[in-house]
């Protein structure tokens, strides 16, 4: 049983190093064929622009303002939920309440942010 166990688990290993991508090795040091290569011009840079990190601001500032107009029980549901990234039973057991008690909730908060954003966007 242990050779037959062994075998699904080194099967199932190799079938994940082959759903790799294939990674590019280049040696630092090491010049082009005519013209050298920077690190810079090899690894891109994952860091959002400036661009990015301004709108993703704005929408955390907005969605902050939306979530204070909600009631306590509906923000408290939300963030749970949403920004702890906590399970539907898991909030519900954290709140006390049942979990279709949590699901009703998180409709609600779902549909006054949803005219909150809507006025909020009328307004400018």
């Not at 690190?39 to 929408?59: H, K, N």
């Not at 306590?72 to 549901?77: A, G, H, K, Q, V």
Request: proline share 6%.
């Amino acid at each position: 049983m242990s050779t037959w166990l062994t075998t699904i688990v080194i099967n199932s290993a190799r079938i994940k190093l082959r759903r790799r991508l294939p990674q590019v090795q280049l040696g630092l040091d090491e010049a082009g064929e005519k013209q050298p290569i920077g690190l810079a011009d090899v690894v891109s840079d994952t860091r959002p622009g400036p661009e990015d990190a301004y709108r993703q601001r704005e929408i955390a500032e907005r969605l902050a303002r939306a979530t204070s107009r909600l009631s306590p029980p509906l923000r408290t549901t939300f963030h749970l939920r949403h920004f702890d990234g906590l399970s539907i039973r898991e909030t519900a057991d954290l709140l006390g309440v049942p979990e279709g008690t949590v699901k009703a909730r998180l409709a609600r908060a779902r549909v006054r942010l949803k005219e909150v954003i809507k006025n909020c966007f009328g307004e400018e």
